[in-house]
């Protein structure tokens, strides 16, 4: 019996919100920013809109190649990244990463931050 492999093509392009902005204290406690929020739910219903089949679900691996500021700290995107792809049904579940290949490019000062990733389900 074969099994196909899901993977997925996924890009989004605007403007990144990091986990240094992620949150804000609230009466002793941290919650989340509109900021944040909004940028998440953005990165979810894009990828949610380019998912061309099932939810990947259990075990995954994810090249990234995000394009950001010169200002920007791009590995503050990871989070923000794999919580968009579980809210978006694009992975059961982000603990069940396995390899993660992150590279990092920088755009000139006012264009667009770009989020390319291919989610690839680990084989069978």
Same mark, same amino acid.
């Given at each position: 019996?074969?099994? =196909?492999?899901?993977?997925?093509?996924?890009?989004?392009?605007?403007?990144?919100?990091?986990?240094?902005?992620?949150?804000?204290?609230?009466?002793?406690?941290?919650?989340?920013?509109?900021?944040?929020? =909004?940028?998440?739910?953005?990165?979810?219903?894009?990828?949610?809109?380019?998912?061309?089949?099932?939810?990947?679900?259990?075990?995954?691996?994810?090249?990234?190649?995000?394009?950001?500021?010169?200002?920007?700290?791009?590995?503050?995107?990871?989070?923000?990244?794999?919580?968009?792809?579980?809210?978006?049904?694009?992975?059961?579940?982000?603990?069940?990463?396995?390899?993660?290949?992150?590279?990092?490019?920088?755009?000139?000062?006012?264009?667009?931050?770009?989020?390319?990733?291919?989610?690839?389900?680990?084989?069978?």
């Amino acid at each position: 019996m074969t099994s =196909t492999v899901k993977n997925y093509g996924l890009t989004w392009t605007g403007k990144a919100v990091g986990k240094n902005r992620m949150h804000v204290p609230a009466r002793g406690r941290l919650i989340k920013t509109a900021e944040y929020r =909004t940028f998440l739910e953005e990165l979810a219903v894009t990828f949610r809109s380019q998912r061309t089949g099932d939810m990947i679900p259990g075990e995954f691996t994810v090249a990234a190649r995000v394009t950001v500021g010169p200002r920007t700290d791009g590995h503050n995107l990871i989070d923000p990244i794999f919580d968009a792809l579980e809210q978006g049904g694009i992975v059961e579940n982000d603990r069940y990463l396995t390899s993660l290949s992150f590279n990092i490019r920088r755009h000139k000062q006012g264009e667009p931050d770009v989020i390319d990733l291919h989610v690839q389900q680990n084989r069978i």
